[in-house]
Nanobody
């Protein structure tokens, strides 16, 4: 079993940056593809980004591509999400999770993920 703890969220202004961290324990995340999802109030949880088990391949939702960067430090058992040029519509609770299947379509599907963190709130003011 894997325990995931997200951190790094906060209240920022539009155009600012944040780096989210997802620290894992219980198992090494080098065995997993990892993903970031977000859930805005009243909306479903949506895919943001994913990274392969060695970190060589990354996948992004179009809204995140060019502004967000997912990375992975297997030695620290931690996944990161660097978010730049933040917009008010990025406001959400951000979650990291471990993926079961590594297909590019599967990585965008919430049902493909087994273990989830508790989430970290990101609020972007205009």
């Amino acid at each position: 079993q894997v325990q995931l703890v997200e951190s790094g969220g906060g209240l920022v202004q539009a155009g600012d940056s944040l780096r989210l961290s997802c620290a894992a324990s219980g198992r090494t995340i080098s065995m997993y593809f990892m993903g970031w999802f977000r859930q805005a109030p009243g909306k479903e949880r949506d895919f943001v980004a994913a990274i392969s088990w060695r970190g060589y391949s990354t996948y992004y939702h179009p809204s995140a591509k060019g502004r967000f960067t997912i990375s992975k430090d297997n030695a620290k058992n931690t996944v990161y999400l660097q978010m730049n040029s933040l917009k008010p519509e990025d406001t959400a609770v951000y979650y990291c999770a471990t993926a079961r299947n590594s297909g590019s379509w599967s990585l965008t599907q919430e049902t493909n993920y087994d273990y989830w963190g508790q989430g970290t709130q990101v609020t972007v003011s205009s």
